[in-house]
């Protein structure tokens, strides 16, 4: 949409708070426009938290927030998304595009939307989730509609995510750009006394491995609780965590549990080189690493014996460590 001015109005419909974030991001650095209207999805509440926070720092100019509600059935005539493997996307892709849409990141999985928009034997789907027939012909006829776009130069991807030359390459070649996210309005803003870790503590960045039934809970359970017994911990669970991995946390000596639901990203930006964060392989490792570069933040492959034996290889391959990974000290802790 375009004022009387001339502005470009861009709506962003996100469903998550890292989601928020890249869209916020992609305004800011002039990638969306000169308006930008935020559209969160009803129903998540880290997201009601997120947006709350966001808020507080101070919003980039032209930006507007409305009050969380259902998915857009009109794409209009800018649209951004974050989740490129949604249903309700994929419905509006199908039913009413938009002229023009950008693709923003969720997480690792954009390298499987990429690999799906490049390839023609990749779904549109997550691999881990098990699709209904229905479910399949919607997510084929959103990608026969994301690759005509991508023909018609009406589709642009925005990601923070080093992505291999391979796929770089074949973007190229289809003619779809693919911009980088730096992050570069979150470094900028003034250090929040919020969550603050003391250097004296390791934060570890918690999993949804475990409820999503991706990994096995003991293991990595122990694993969690030998970092702990070598000093003490800050266990950041992640939003989707349940009881089966924070109540055997919770009472175990020298691990603090913060159920954080402001983004690490947002929370952890002020970090030094006197800080040191661990985790399983996670989209937080990667954009952490450009927000607080001076910071020891260690990610860690996960030994084969925790993955549960129906996580298809796709899946398990979404989930590989960016760059070397430490293998030997988290594998020493693995059990079946």
Sequence with gaps: MT????????????????????????????????????????????LVTAVAEVTRLGLPSGVTIHLPSGAPRRGGEHLAVGDAF???????????????????????????????????DVPLVRPHVKQTAHRNVLARMAKLRLRRMIAQQRLRVITALDLPAEVLRSAAALGLPIERNDFSWLRSLPETDHEKTGPDKTVVLGTSMVANRLIKAQPYLAWVRSLADKGPVVYRAHRRENASTLSPLTNYPGIDVVRGLIPAEVSLRGMTEGHRVVSLPSTAVSTLRLIAPQADIRE?????????????????????????????????????
Aim: hydrophobic share 45%; glycine share 8%.
């Design 86 to 120: 949604s249903g309700a996307v994929h419905r509006m892709l199908v039913q009413a595009p938009p002229r023009r849409l950008v693709l923003l990141d969720d997480g690792r999985a954009t390298r499987r939307v990429m690999n799906a928009l490049l390839n023609d």
């Design 300 to 336: 860690f492959a996960v030994p084969p014996q925790w993955w549960m034996p129906d996580v298809p290889e796709a899946a398990r391959q979404v989930l590989v460590p960016d760059g070397d990974a430490d293998f030997l000290e988290i594998a020493q802790h693995s059990s079946t």
């Design 3 to 46: 004022d009387v001015a001339g502005t470009v109005t861009v709506q962003a419909w996100v469903e998550s708070p890292f989601q928020l974030l890249g869209a916020l991001e992609a305004h800011a650095s002039g990638r969306l426009g000169g308006r930008l209207v935020v559209l969160p999805r009803k129903g998540v509440e880290p």
